[in-house]
């Protein structure tokens, strides 16, 4: 079993910068490829971006492409999703999930879930 916590969202302008952190405990994190999702209002679950099990791969929705950067560092037993220039259409709760290699965009391949943390930007 793999705990997941989020943690870093809040209230932002347009055009600011925010941070996510996802913290994994139970189990280390490098066994496992990485992945940020996110659900907005009356929205489904949508792919963010997500990262190979070493870091060495990463691959992003088109929205966020260029704005988003996704990294881990497996000695903290954390990955992370920095978020910069920001979009009213970005605002979501972000989750972070994990599954064992390879990674994908799917949701449905993600076995463990943290409970989300909630991004708003305002316009």
């Known amino acids: 079993q793999v705990q997941l916590v989020e943690s870093g969202g809040g209230l932002v302008q347009a055009g600011g910068s925010l941070r996510l952190s996802c913290a994994a405990s139970?189990?280390?994190?490098?066994?496992?490829?990485l992945a940020w999702f996110r659900q907005a209002p009356g929205k489904e679950r949508e792919f963010v971006a997500a990262?190979?099990?070493?870091?060495?791969?990463?691959y992003y929705a088109i929205s966020v492409k260029g704005r988003f950067t996704i990294s881990r560092d497996n000695a903290k037993n954390t990955g992370y999703l920095q978020m910069n220039s920001l979009k009213a259409e970005d605002t979501a709760v972000y989750f972070c999930?994990?599954?064992?290699?390879?990674?994908?965009?799917?949701?449905?391949?993600?076995?463990?879930w943290g409970l989300g943390t909630q991004v708003t930007v305002s316009s």
């Open positions: 999930a994990v599954t064992p290699p390879p990674y994908s965009s799917s949701d449905n391949d993600y076995d463990y």
């Open positions: 139970g189990r280390t994190l490098s066994s496992y490829a």
């Open positions: 990262i190979n099990w070493w870091g060495g791969f990463t």
